[in-house]
């Protein structure tokens, strides 16, 4: 996985020009096809019969790395684009899908997650598409995986500079909150004029004597935009910062994406005496792998008792195992460090 | 783990597919048939293409078909297919005075050029349940083609039908819409609207909006709230050339015809007080959908009001909310599983409890604004 912001815009990320000698000429890499018929001849051999490789046209997956070319250009904003119908309904990660198969190439290992699992349905089923149209290996390690996808999650293990995250986005602007109107909020973000926020900020410390945002929190970004960081835990927003990964946050329904390139400072809203929180687990270990600095969720278990356990389904599998795995273990030796290649 | 995430999430969504299938077949009916389906239920078949904005009228049966008769799922079983095709060549723009009009009527005058042309509609039957129609093995067709109704000149030429707007036009008494119009229309299938967006912008998503919002929309302004109630100029339902430029000579040529409905409204306005006239709004959508084409006439001069004040003459409400495919994928995504999100309002509502805050439960009023 190639970082989009340095390869070329016409270069599916992942490959580079000089793999113009593949040995089976079934998908071209490197530079752009003469025209549209050489582009899909040379994609009529994988993937989905009947379907474009990777499902998207080759012009579409070339306009969406273009808008996030221009979203990694400048931090936060929000970059519009023609958001194509998918096979997916519109709400379920149809942005996060046309980012993931505009990124992907045949190498590329893909992980998706949906509120931190693997295993939820909506997961299974986008993972299935890009699996079945873009011919990828998939795997639910996420050190092993180039390009992860996940709805409302920054996996616990830390990201590295060869992974890209695409974040599924419902709502894109934080404004939204306080006016419907997508003009008037453009204007704001134009003037960085943010004082709606922070009074709504202001007056819920007032009523309530905290800030009463639970996911979704507002944050900074470099400084200068403010971004909704989709509806990720309060306890994933720290992680956005200066990381070594890039985060893309895509939507379909509302046709934006923007993004927070590797180390770019991004600060959550809030006073100096009202601080920024993450959530309170009181303590209270996984009921599973006994992890307490990973987000867990409650599991009434119907015997009336409320257990407490990982969100993150694969972390907690590998702490089972091996009780007490650092979040960042793969950093340490490089040739684990989320080379991918391998399927799982 | 068993009780914390579903295994075999692949697994399970076949077997949903194939229950969901199986209900389909379960019956001791035979299958439809898509030719049935165009044929006998060509109103569900045009909703669907109208909404899917793909005219492929057997394709729009299929997708209806296999969407078990839901036409906003049939939409968009159309509309993701569309997007994958290729994009070979746009049609030279067609005036509706082409039309090879099956039905056409003026509200606004008692006679037209042309004449008032009922056609095939319900609008004046009785409605009754039929219970002929549960049993009808041999049904006799009746007489009348719809050839027959259609007018024709003393020499046995088509008459071409005069728009009755442009009478109005001829008359001086005819506010055009502000702005002049673009040359080239925008694709907003392929640019993203941004707002205020182009009069070109507002027709395209409402030809492709869904009938029940169109509707409700519409309505919304006759009802009160908004200042548009309209005179229909004329409602028509016809068949519209479709013409290419040919690749070697240039010369236009007609590949095939395209079934649609067509509305043309008129609204007083009174702005400028010496010289009051009438806006118009102006709908037009795939098939035989009325209401829609109506409907989006209301909006269309709603719109172009350009206020904050009524939903409906809100360019940004509108666009936002009359989309089939966003609505119906937003709304059916609550059934997603939402428990990291659940747990994070969980824990405000719980701190803030503990702090002694309002005991009543203000932490919501932003509508669970953070649960998405």
């Known amino acids: 996985m190639t970082e989009p912001g340095r390869g070329e815009p016409e270069s599916p990320t992942g490959h580079r020009p000089e793999a113009e000698d593949t040995d089976d000429g079934d998908r071209t890499d490197g530079p752009a096809p003469a025209s549209v018929d050489a582009a899909m001849e040379a994609f009529g051999e994988g993937g989905l019969a009947g379907y474009s490789y990777a499902y998207l046209d080759e012009h579409t997956k070339r306009e969406v790395r273009r808008t996030m070319l221009s979203a990694v250009a400048i931090p936060g904003h929000q970059v519009p684009y023609a958001s194509r119908p998918m096979p997916l309904a519109r709400g379920w990660g149809t942005g996060g899908i046309q980012a993931s198969l505009s990124l992907l190439g045949p190498e590329d290992v893909f992980k998706v997650i949906d509120q931190g699992s693997d295993e939820s349905v909506n997961a299974a089923n986008i993972r299935r598409l890009a699996a079945d149209t873009a011919d990828v290996d998939t795997t639910t390690d996420t050190t092993e995986a180039d390009v992860i996808q996940t709805r409302h999650r920054i996996p616990e293990e830390v990201l590295t500079d060869e992974q890209v995250l695409v974040l599924q986005v419902p709502i894109t602007d934080p404004l939204r909150t306080v006016d419907p109107s997508d003009a008037a909020n453009r204007r704001r973000h134009a003037h960085a004029n943010y004082g709606k926020m922070w009074l709504r900020l202001y007056e819920s410390v007032a009523q309530h004597g905290e800030i009463d945002i639970g996911a979704r929190y507002p944050v900074m970004v470099a400084g200068r935009y403010l971004m909704d960081p989709s509806p990720i835990p309060r306890w994933d927003v720290p ?40 959530e309170r687990f009181d303590d209270r270990p996984c009921d599973v792998c006994g992890s307490t600095d990973t987000y867990r969720t409650e599991v009434d278990t119907g015997d009336g008792e409320v257990r407490l356990v990982c969100n993150d389904v694969s972390f907690c599998r590998k702490r089972q195992q091996r009780p007490g795995l650092p979040t960042d273990h793969h950093l340490d030796d490089p040739a684990d460090a989320g080379e991918g290649g391998e399927s799982a | 783990m068993g009780y914390v995430a579903v295994k075999a999430g692949e697994e399970l969504i076949e077997r949903a597919e194939e229950l969901f299938e ?28 109208g909404e899917g904005g793909l005219y492929a009228p057997r394709l729009a049966a299929l997708a209806v078909k296999q969407a078990q008769g839901d036409t906003v799922e049939a939409a968009f079983l159309l509309q993701a297919y569309r997007s994958t095709l290729e994009r070979w060549e746009e049609t030279d723009p067609v005036s509706p005075d082409e039309m090879d009009a099956r039905r056409r009527v003026s509200p606004a005058y008692k006679d037209v050029p042309g004449g008032q042309m009922l056609g095939a509609t319900k609008d004046y039957t009785r409605r009754l349940l039929e219970f002929d129609l549960l049993e009808e093995d041999d049904p006799a067709v009746p007489g009348v083609g719809q050839e027959g109704v259609a007018p024709t000149a003393a020499d046995g030429e088509r008459l071409e039908l005069t728009n009755v707007m442009d009478l109005l036009r001829d008359r001086g008494l005819v506010r055009e819409p502000p702005g002049d119009p673009p040359e080239e229309p925008a694709d907003t299938t392929r640019e993203p609207v941004t707002h205020p967006p182009g009069r070109d912008e507002v027709l395209q998503e409402l030809a492709r909006g869904e009938t029940g919002a169109i509707t409700a929309l519409g309505y919304s302004s006759l009802r009160g709230y908004g200042q548009v109630h309209p005179t229909l100029a004329e409602v028509r339902v016809g068949r519209l050339p479709v013409r290419v430029e040919h690749p070697y000579t240039g010369e236009p040529v007609r590949v095939t015809d395209a079934t649609v409905t067509e509305c043309e409204a008129v609204v007083p306005v009174f702005e400028k007080r010496e010289q009051p006239a009438f806006a118009f709004g102006y709908g037009l959508t795939f098939g035989r959908n009325e209401r829609k084409a109506i409907g989006m006439s209301v909006l269309d001069a709603s719109i172009q009001l350009d206020s904050e004040a009524e939903p409906a003459e809100n360019p940004e409400f509108v666009l936002d909310t009359v989309d089939g495919l966003d609505s119906f994928g937003f709304i059916e995504h609550l059934k997603l599983p939402h428990y990291v999100t659940f747990q994070s309002i969980l824990d405000r509502i719980e701190s803030i409890r503990e702090r002694g805050g309002p005991a009543e439960p203000a932490a919501d009023e932003q509508g669970g604004e953070a649960d998405d």
């Open chain 1, 239 to 278: 992680k956005l910062d200066d990381a070594d990964a890039l985060f893309l946050f895509a939507a379909g329904r509302e046709a934006r994406i923007y993004a927070v390139p590797p180390h770019t400072a991004v600060e959550p809203l809030a006073f100096e005496d009202r601080g920024f929180t993450v």
């Open chain 2, 22 to 49: 199986k209900q389909r077949l379960d019956g001791d009916t035979d299958p439809v048939a898509v030719e049935q389906l165009d044929e006998q239920l060509g109103r569900l078949v045009d909703r669907a293409a």
